[in-house]
């Protein structure tokens, strides 16, 4: 018969994933720092692009989508519009709020990444495995998935 873990053993577990998750957080950011310079971009830069690569977004709507504040997403359009890499057009839904979109320079900019970008996954593959690399991004998503359930203003709190 197993026991179930005590309160002290899920404090440990919480822990370890918070200080894992902040470590590879600063992994992945210092990678795609090194991916994204070649292409004249940050990688800031390159995560408010790619947010917008697939359709315009609202800058609140990217903010979301990476977990990050508006005035942040806000200072990067800003900053990519003035050097000809996003522009903000009009939003049917919302007057007020301006759609973000690469312009063709923005997009060549995040295609000269590509490169650099496939021979990482190549090389991250070969190191995990196929199933490990899909079993890792599988777990990111359903804690990142738990953590956006409990911080639902519906959620109750125990």
Do not use: C
């Amino acid at each position: 018969m197993r026991e179930e873990p005590s309160l002290r053993d899920r404090q440990d577990l919480l822990s370890r994933t918070a200080l894992g998750v902040f470590r590879l957080n600063g992994q992945f950011l210092s990678v795609s720092e090194e991916l994204a310079r070649p292409a004249g971009l940050t990688a800031a830069w390159w995560q408010v692009l790619g947010a917008v690569l697939k359709e315009p977004l609202p800058v609140a709507g990217i903010a979301r989508s990476m977990g990050i504040t508006r005035q942040s997403v806000q200072r990067i359009a800003d900053l990519l519009a003035a050097k000809g890499l996003a522009e903000y057009i009009p939003n049917p839904a919302h007057r007020r709020a301006k759609l973000l979109r690469p312009t063709d320079a923005g997009r060549a900019a995040v295609a000269r990444i590509g490169p650099g970008h496939a021979s990482l996954a190549t090389r991250l593959a070969a190191e995990l495995g196929d199933t490990a690399f899909k079993e890792t991004v599988q777990a990111l998503e359903r804690l990142t998935k738990a953590l956006d359930t409990l911080q639902s203003p519906n959620t109750p709190v125990p």
